[in-house]
């Protein structure tokens, strides 16, 4: 696939193709080379937000200081055009104003925690509440909404981008100062590698992961309902009416959740299952089978047919939630100008299990002091 992916851009290049972003952005032949910055706007309080543009093995991307947003990433397609298939806006002010976590990296906690209520070694713990009664993807000013000190890096073939912010202690009703280190690489093949770290100075809960909304058709070209998908997962957590687990591991065998083998994201999406009700669509934690691993495995597959392209996703970490865009409502207008109705685009977010500092049988996501967070996933593209 390595050799493949570099023939077809080689060959787009090799033959003038000026590979043109939908955002506008027209660059000839891949390249590499340390990551640029440029200023892409001012928060309220005039902190200033910068914008990075990193680009290695045929894969481009630009990353905001602010929430560590993946603002666009262009990838080509079976005959080498590249097109953005991250969901995003134009502006800071868009972003700050309302955004459904477009590209953003979450934290503390990715996804819901009961009444945003937990108790940690006795002690009982109110955090932000921010989704109904629950407390979603940590609070009301999560990391999404955080500036991030940001440094560039070319290791060997890589380039990259450290990403570091520190939550203090009783930030958003969590305890403990979490120290976070997230990097993002590009690696000589395209992949996007993010690697997760965190440490802490009191016990504390975690669990981070980023939120980039697919569309590998190109982002704002329309519904990821004929997109492919492959969840390597026997079993998911089937939630209550406030997209809560219950505890319960379910199979997926017989239902509209069964993705073992490659099915389009919106052949059952129309079935009258009750999970499928509660969440308006899949937004569920898939149990992926090979459970928690030392290193990153292959878990996830997503294939847009009519571009051909391709993401595989591999972590280490246990779940995957997929959220099949459905709370987008046709009232945000997208980098290049057009609204995201439901189901534009989708979100496949690895992680520890929803709500799990209140399920003692998930595995657990406490961090203490001395011990050093650590997950990986790998996004790998094609055509
Ligand atoms: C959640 C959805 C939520 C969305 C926010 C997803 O991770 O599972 O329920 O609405 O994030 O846009």
Known sequence: MELNRRTVIAGAAAAGVAATALGGTAYAAPGRGRPARTLFGRLADGTKVHSWALENGGTRMEVLSYGGIVRSLEIPDRRGRYTNVSLGFGTLEEYVASSPYFGALIGRYGNRIDKGRFTLDGTAYQLSVNDGENTLHGGAQGFDKRVWDVEPFTRGSDVGLHLYYTSVDGEMGYPGTLRTKVTYTL?????????????????????????????????????????????????????????????????????????????????????????????????????????????????????????????????????????????????????????????????????????????????????????????????????
């Open 187 to 383: 690696t000589r093949d395209g992949d996007w590698r993010v690697d997760y770290e965190a440490t802490t100075d009191r016990a504390t809960v975690v669990n981070l992961t980023s939120h980039v909304y697919w569309n590998l058709a190109g982002e704002g070209s329309g519904s990821i309902h004929d997109h492919e998908l492959t969840v390597d997962a026997s079993r998911y957590t089937p939630v209550d009416a406030g997209l809560i687990p219950t505890g319960e591991l379910a199979r997926v065998a017989a239902t509209p959740f069964d993705f073992r083998r490659a099915k389009p994201v919106g052949r059952d999406i129309r079935t009258a299952h009750q999970q499928v009700l509660y969440g308006q669509g899949f937004d569920h934690n898939w149990v992926l089978d090979k459970g928690i691993t030392a290193r990153p495995e292959h878990v996830a597959t997503l294939r847009d047919p009519s571009s051909g392209r391709t993401l595989r996703i591999a972590t280490n970490e246990p779940g995957l939630q997929f959220y099949s865009g459905n709370f987008l409502d046709g009232t945000l207008v997208g980098t290049s100008g057009r609204v995201y109705r439901q189901g534009d685009g989708l979100c496949l977010e690895t992680q520890h299990f929803p709500d799990s500092p209140n399920q003692p049988s998930f595995p657990s996501t406490v961090l203490r002091p001395g011990r050093t967070y650590r997950t990986t996933t790998v996004h790998s593209f094609g055509a």
